[in-house]
């Protein structure tokens, strides 16, 4: 049998939850994650960032063997040597084993070094410290993953003197040139793995100004070292991954102790995989520790509550499934705000659920008023967006925002429904912000009409987008008349050095929701994702409408990338999710080749927008697969901006009532 060892991996994994360790790799259980890591890589640029790292240690000895025998063989006959840079070098200490990325020897001091696809604006171990000498809780994982290495680095090499280092992205240094990040594409190797191939013509002076620094992190580690870990905050840092490396070497299961990160927990089986004799770990832990059978796992729980910070007192208590929640446990009260408050509102869903009452509320009342204060034609905007790790150009920063793509419908007073504008820019290593905006400009300014959007991102991106316009050293055409028309349309934000609110500044359709309507099919969930899906089910009115095929039908609604579509389509009584609905990708091949985004190779969602794009970015690809996924790019983009039309149709009809 093949060795069990602790892994960074494994390590990280049990960080977030022990119990995880005993359900990791087995095909028994369901897992959501198993293919999170090369999505978040491709998303987030982790591929490049770990490759553009090496890049700046030349002469150094890359061991890419998986076989963990050989790569320890191998790390051992380099380290003979007095100076030496190894890459993914391999150590083992007892029932650990690790992979670093970049090991640094000269003579009895090693640099070991760990490449993370993440960015920071200051240059020293105090960015990962906050003001009470404890690590960040954002940088925690990754400073546990350089503490864990270091550990068994040391334990293995006593002889060494070791010192931690974090490399990641340095958001203020500027890219020395053009083209840099196309210089590191993914491609499939002979063994049908995905790697980075480097350019050819990567030049000196591409790496003449680093963009990615080290920070050193022994403190960092000395801080981990000093703490207690263990169920009980008995384990010393050695005694704790010795707990974990003895439970995983025998398969032995840690008792579970339920958290609110059980909610996001990866082991949850889906009903279809229950349904094919898949196992929930997640259900297997709350059946051990709370002595629950399967239909206490059908009722409403305190993870449905919206915004809900008390869950861990709640588990901890045992206080778990909604219909033992008191009012007194929310303490409901009004904020002298229109509509109801956080607190209210959670009250409400609670009552709901005690009640199996599956009605909508809305405050009709309110939301009249905000709608009478609506001026026509309405727009309903959309944008997708990305940081890429990597710049683009020359000047730029890493992990500079992107906009990439928007969708752009529009609502008249008589009802009438159009899909106006679009815009999508998927050409390889091309900054395209300036173009976005000025399509964006051409659209919005014909009328004078409100504008939407869900959330804060478009404001905020928006924003960012007059920065960089501000900023630009290079002639600009119509500059100020852009910087004026973003300032029209948006209010800033706390970091602007000066303050304005636009007189056209964009409507927030989810603060609508949080305010004015409720629907218990969300789950408390506030996403246009699962609002939607609930609305369409809710809305007599949307079901008779959209059940025939006027969507981009001729006399019907026009649309740039549907024809006589149907967004109401039924499963067992129930509307189907419009997401749902959109087209899969890349039918023809592997999953595990050509899977885009989550679970599936479906584009699903915001995260899926942005990985797609990735993907376009730094995959070696066929025109065909290109075009393909474009396609249901702006297709996927169309189904937000239309969403939203949606429910503002929904909310109409429900006023008129």
Not at 534 to 546: D, G, H, I, V
């Amino acid at each position: 049998m093949k060795r069990r060892y602790l892994t960074k991996s494994r390590f990280k994994l049990a960080s977030e939850c022990p119990t995880k360790l005993f359900y990791d790799g087995k095909p028994e259980y369901a897992n959501q994650k198993l293919q999170d890591d090369f999505l978040e890589a491709l998303a987030e640029g982790g591929f490049q960032v770990g490759e553009l790292a090496k890049q700046y240690f030349p002469g150094g000895y890359n061991i890419d063997t998986l076989d963990n025998e050989k790569a320890l063989r191998q790390t051992e006959d380099l380290l003979k040597q007095k100076q030496v840079i190894i890459f993914e070098a391999a150590i083992c200490y007892r029932d650990c084993f690790i992979r670093i990325d970049i090991l640094k020897k000269d003579d009895n001091q090693i640099e070991l070094i760990e490449v993370k696809a993440k960015s920071i604006e200051q240059k020293d171990e105090n960015a990962f410290i906050n003001s009470r000498g404890e690590i960040d809780s954002k940088w925690k994982p990754y400073i546990l993953d350089a503490a864990f290495q270091k550990y068994v680095l040391q334990q293995a090499k006593p002889e060494y003197c070791i010192s931690a280092f974090l490399m990641v992205a340095n958001k203020q240094s500027k890219c020395p040139t053009d083209g840099l990040n196309q210089k590191f594409k993914i491609v499939i190797n002979k063994e049908g793995r995905k790697q980075v191939k480097v350019s050819e013509n990567l030049s000196i002076q591409d790496l003449s100004n680093p963009i990615l620094c080290q920070i050193n992190v022994d403190k960092c580690c000395d801080i981990i070292y000093r703490q207690m870990y263990g169920i009980d905050g008995s384990l010393k840092f050695d005694e704790y991954v010795a707990m974990l490396a003895d439970h995983y070497k025998h398969d032995i299961k840690i008792l579970p102790i339920p958290s609110a990160a059980c909610a996001n927990c990866e082991f949850k089986a889906s009903d279809e995989e229950e349904k094919a004799d898949i196992k929930s770990g997640f259900k297997e832990c709350w059946k051990e520790f709370y002595s629950w059978n399967d239909d206490d796992f059908q009722q409403p729980n305190i993870f449905d509550i919206w915004n809900f910070r008390k869950k861990d007192d709640y588990l901890h208590s045992g206080c778990i499934k909604l219909s033992e929640i008191t009012e007194a446990d929310i303490i409901p009260k009004s904020d002298a705000k229109p509509g109801i408050s956080s607190s209210e509102r959670q009250w409400l869903q609670v009552q709901k659920a005690q009640t199996d009452d599956h009605s909508v509320w809305i405050d009709k009342e309110n939301l009249k008023r905000e709608m009478d204060s609506w001026v026509y034609p309405l727009h309903f905007i959309d944008f997708e967006t990305t940081m890429v790790a990597i710049p683009f150009n020359k000047g730029r920063h890493p992990y500079e925002g992107i906009a990439f793509q928007y969708s752009h419908h529009v609502v008249q007073k008589d009802g009438k429904i159009e899909h106006r504008g679009q815009y999508i820019n998927t050409t390889p290593g091309f900054f395209p912000n300036f173009e976005f905006i000025r399509h964006l400009e051409r659209e919005l300014s014909q009328d004078n009409g409100s504008i939407f959007r869900y959330a804060a991102h478009e404001n905020t991106f928006l924003n960012l987008i007059y920065t960089q316009l501000v900023d630009a050293t290079s002639e600009i055409p119509n500059k100020d008349e852009l910087c004026d028309f973003i300032r029209t349309i948006t209010h800033s934000i706390s970091r602007q050095n000066d303050q304005w609110v636009g007189e056209r500044n964009m409507i927030d359709m989810l603060e609508l929701v949080k305010r004015y309507y409720f629907d218990p099919a969300t789950k408390g969930s506030n996403s246009i994702k699962q609002v939607l899906p609930a609305m369409l089910n809710s809305s007599e009115y949307l079901q008779k409408k959209y059940s025939q095929p006027i969507y981009g039908a001729a006399n019907g609604i026009t649309s740039l990338n549907y024809k006589n579509w149907k967004w109401i389509e039924y499963e067992k009584g129930h509307v189907i999710d419009p997401y749902l609905l959109l087209p899969k990708m890349f039918g023809d091949l592997k999953k595990e080749e050509y899977f885009l985004l989550n679970e599936s190779d479906e584009i699903k969602n915001g995260g899926a927008a942005m990985t797609a794009y990735a993907k376009m970015q730094f995959e070696e690809m066929t025109d065909y697969e290109r075009a393909e996924i474009q396609k249901a790019l702006l297709k996927y983009c169309e189904l937000d901006t239309m969403a939203m039309v949606m429910i503002y149709e929904g909310w109409y009809d429900f006023i008129q009532l």
